[in-house]
């Protein structure tokens, strides 16, 4: 079992950058596939970045494509979003979440940290 605590939302300028962090709980962090999610106020939950075991593979929206980066360190049991060039869109719950297989659904996920763009 994996606890997974994000961190480094708040209120940006668009145009601006942040860096999201997770912070994964337990010994095991290096065999889940991880991913960075996000929900707006009245729409669906989507996936944002995907990372698999190793650090390699990374998925992107295309909504995100060219400007958020997604990053692990096993080493230290954390998985990154960097985000540049924010958009007024990209407000939102940004969660991240933790599966141990491709075909499986996301089994662990975080509290969600806040990340609101303002013009």
């Known amino acids: 079992q994996v606890q997974l605590a994000e961190s480094g939302g708040g209120l940006v300028q668009a145009g601006s950058s942040l860096r999201l962090s997770c912070a994964a709980s337990?010994?095991?962090?290096?065999?889940?596939?991880m991913g960075w999610f996000r929900q707006a106020p009245g729409k669906e939950r989507e996936l944002v970045a995907r990372i698999m075991q190793s650090g390699g593979s990374p998925y992107y929206a295309n909504s995100v494509k060219g400007r958020f980066t997604i990053s692990r360190d096993n080493a230290k049991n954390t998985v990154d979003l960097q985000m540049n060039s924010l958009k007024l869109e990209d407000t939102a719950v940004y969660y991240c979440a933790a599966k141990s297989s491709p075909f499986s659904d996301y089994d662990y996920w975080g509290q969600g940290t806040q990340v609101t763009v303002s013009s």
């Open positions: 337990g010994r095991t962090f290096s065999t889940y596939i």
